[in-house]
T-cell receptor, first 111, second 114 residues
Framework: TQLLEQSPQFLSIQEGENLTVYCNSS?????LQWYRQEPGEGPVLLVT?????EVKKLKRLTFQFGDARKDSSLHITAAQPGDTGLYLC???????????FGQGTTLQVKP | KAGVTQTPRYLIKTRGQQVTLSCSPI?????VSWYQQTPGQGLQFLFE???????NKGNFPGRFSGRQFSNSRSEMNVSTLELGDSALYLC?????????????FGEGSRLTVL
């Protein structure tokens, strides 16, 4: 069974701090996605990484796909209160029509 | 372009009742997936429909069922509700079944079972 494990589960930081969220698996994934979910909303796609070692930047967010395509990280520089939310990594299950999600990392950025 | 619409947004049921949730995907999207989200389990895959056919099903009991209509709208039904069915039910649509593509989620239907 393919699993995605995220760490940490909860993170509470002050505005301006940097942070990294990790998404790990013992399985190889053809691609990984990161979503952000705000209270009362559904998840919204932030990025898809498909190549081992790939790095993508979205303003203050940097996403990296591990060389072996078993892990990914999300780094936020100078976090802002607007970054508060649930961050989810997700990857396609082998030969299935479903997307497997990690448990999520709840981020709270205090002003 | 309108997003994914889920109805109802909130509902309260009692144990033993049944519930039907509706999802209207983005126009042109043929794939609809359903997920159950709870604080303890995260997002758990329920099923995925493509062109009215259920293509994959998660590890949920037979009380959970769904269907997709010719206009791609989808419904899911939960019969004989249990307390543990309380959750946010999310519907997501995509243009096709390519799993590297983006899933567009609705705001969810929050079900409370008393």
């Amino acid at each position: 069974t393919q699993l995605l494990e995220q760490s940490p589960q909860f993170l509470s930081i002050q505005e301006g701090e940097n942070l990294t969220v990790y998404c790990n698996s013992s399985s190889v994934f053809s691609s990984l996605q990161w979503y952000r979910q705000e209270p009362g909303e559904g998840p919204v796609l932030l990025v898809t990484v498909v190549t081992g070692g790939e790095v993508k930047k979205l303003k203050r967010l940097t996403f990296q796909f591990g060389d072996a395509r078993k892990d990914s990280s999300l780094h936020i520089t100078a976090a802002q209160p607007g970054d508060t939310g649930l961050y989810l990594c997700a990857g396609p299950g082998d030969n299935t029509g479903k997307l497997i999600f990690g448990q999520g990392t709840t981020l709270q950025v205090k002003p | 372009k309108a997003g994914v619409t889920q109805t109802p947004r909130y509902l309260i049921k009692t144990r033993g009742q049944q519930v039907t949730l509706s999802c209207s995907p983005i126009s042109g999207h043929r794939s609809v997936s359903w997920y159950q989200q709870t604080p303890g389990q995260g997002l758990q895959f329920l099923f995925e429909y493509f062109s009215e056919t259920q293509r994959n099903k998660g590890n949920f009991p037979g009380r959970f069922s769904g269907r997709q209509f010719s206009n791609s709208r989808s419904e899911m039904n939960v019969s004989t509700l249990e307390l543990g069915d309380s959750a946010l039910y999310l519907c997501a649509s995509s243009l096709d079944r390519e799993l590297t593509g983006e899933l567009f989620f609705g705001e969810g239907s929050r079900l409370t079972v008393l």
